[in-house]
């Protein structure tokens, strides 16, 4: 695709919406209509090549640090693409994203694999195992993580969640739960079971691969 600049002005994104739809644009030319320019160096088209390339990473679910990750999108480009994906979300009726299975879940959190300190994810999930949400509950030292079953299931609760899924990254880049991952897993399993909330697994992803509880029969 031409730089934007070499571009007519009729054929440029914005004006092709007013005059053709919005329905008649590519992706990239969508992206671009959204973030609306590029910075030196780097013509719009180009970052919105990039931002689509995540968007298939991430199977249309992507992350605040997704965007910020690529060249030429800062902070308020990274806010802006991450909001226009919330509002697509909210009155679409959720996103329709089905988890069965750990290598689904894999795109969503891959981001963590380079964290230096250790996240706990929430992801819920609705009767249909579709994705409602997914939530940093805490983020923690290098290698710890506090988690109380309060934080983690009170939004569990208010998006009327069926069933959850947990992830946390290990910085050391080694997915082997230690003992207290697992003490914690027993804790928050109990926790759902009094909610009426099932845990369909718990995920802990790093360097050298995952680990699945479930998998792992740990629950």
């Not at 806010?79 to 009726?93: C, D, I, K, P, T």
């Not at 996103?95 to 819920?124: A, G, M, N, R």
């Not at 939004?155 to 946390?168: E, G, M, Q, Y």
């Not at 009426?196 to 992803?205: N, R």
Request: glycine share 8%; net charge neutral; with cysteine.
């Amino acid at each position: 695709m031409k730089p934007l600049r070499e571009i007519r002005n009729v054929d440029r994104p914005r004006e092709k919406i007013a005059r053709l739809g919005v329905e008649n644009l590519s992706n990239i030319e969508l992206i671009a209509a959204i973030i609306g320019r590029g910075i030196p160096g780097r013509d719009v088209n180009a970052i919105s090549a990039d931002i689509e390339k995540v968007l298939e990473n991430r199977r249309g679910c992507p992350l605040y640090e997704d965007f910020l990750a690529i060249g030429g999108v800062g902070t308020t480009k990274a806010s802006q693409l991450v909001a226009a994906f919330e509002l697509s979300r909210r009155y679409s009726g959720g996103s329709h994203f089905k988890i069965e299975k750990p290598s689904d879940v894999l795109p969503l959190v891959d981001y963590l694999k380079l964290k230096k300190q250790e996240y706990f994810i929430c992801i819920t999930l609705n009767g249909a195992g579709e994705l409602i949400e997914q939530r940093v509950v805490t983020v923690g030292l290098l290698n710890h993580s506090p988690v109380h079953p309060r934080e983690v299931f009170a939004d569990a609760i208010t998006d009327r969640a069926a069933s959850v899924l947990f992830v946390h990254n290990h910085p050391s880049g080694s997915p082997e739960p230690s003992v207290q991952d697992i003490d914690i897993t027993k804790r928050l399993c109990e926790a759902a079971e009094i909610l009426g909330i099932s845990v369909l697994d718990h995920i802990i992803t790093a360097k050298r691969g995952y680990v699945s509880f479930k998998e792992r029969g740990l629950i």
